[in-house]
T-cell receptor, first 114, second 113 residues
């Protein structure tokens, strides 16, 4: 079946602009996760959704970052007033539930802030 | 806080060589341990996992054993192939968390024919 999909695959933006990144999880997966993969920081957890609520937002680096999930499916990660240090690959993952469930990753969105 | 330290790359080996990628962790309690792999142009995939001490995870000829006494989860393969060329990430899920996974920095592996 279809895996986790993300769009766009690449995004170039100017410093100060807002961007929205989209994640479509595997159908039926109730848990959804956002991670960031950058050169200096490796792979970092950002936020976790169970259904439409986010019980763990501890990885969001600043209040410029926000995420929402609607209908227990699609999620959008929004970065406001982008900065050059936001340049990274943003990865989304989903799992059937939480706890011991395997997380399945999407191909990522490569964001470049000029 | 919890963390993962893995062998820095890049690692270059000849086909059929023995592979070890070292991974150690710092965590409270009993975390679950994982190896993820990222093939060129593809997303992260779970390679293997172990959820308690002395468990051995295995897949595609790769193995790793959860060693509580040395806080290690080294990845091994007896005979690597060109198709194993990828970036390998050691990771843990903290005992206290049902959500986040903490990743190591990744090790790039290249296999020469």
């Amino acid at each position: 079946g279809a895996g986790v999909s993300q769009s766009p695959s690449n995004k170039v933006t100017e410093k100060g602009k807002d961007v929205e990144l989209r994640c479509d999880p595997i159908s039926g997966h109730t848990a959804l996760y956002w991670y960031r993969q950058s050169l200096g920081q490796g792979l970092e957890f950002l936020i976790y959704f169970q259904g439409n609520s986010a019980p763990d937002k501890s990885g969001l680096p600043s209040d410029r970052f926000s995420a929402e999930r609607t209908g227990g499916s699609v999620s959008t990660l929004t970065i406001q007033r982008t900065q050059q240090e936001d340049s990274a690959v943003y990865l989304c993952a989903s799992s059937l539930g939480q706890g011991g469930e395997t997380q399945y990753f999407g191909p990522g969105t490569r964001l470049l802030v000029l | 806080g919890d963390s993962v330290t893995q062998m820095e790359g890049p690692v270059t080996l000849s086909e059929e060589a023995f592979l070890t990628i070292n991974c150690t962790y710092t965590a409270t309690g009993y975390p679950s341990l994982f190896w993820y792999v990222q093939y060129p142009g593809e997303g992260l995939q779970l390679l293997l996992k172990a959820t308690k001490a002395d468990d051995k995870g295995s897949n595609k000829g790769f193995e790793a054993t959860y060693r509580k006494e040395t806080t290690s989860f080294h990845l091994e393969k007896g005979s690597v192939q060109v198709s194993d060329s990828a970036v390998y990430f050691c990771a843990l899920r903290p005992y206290s968390s049902a959500s986040k996974i903490i990743f190591g920095s990744g090790t790039r592996l290249s296999i020469r024919p």
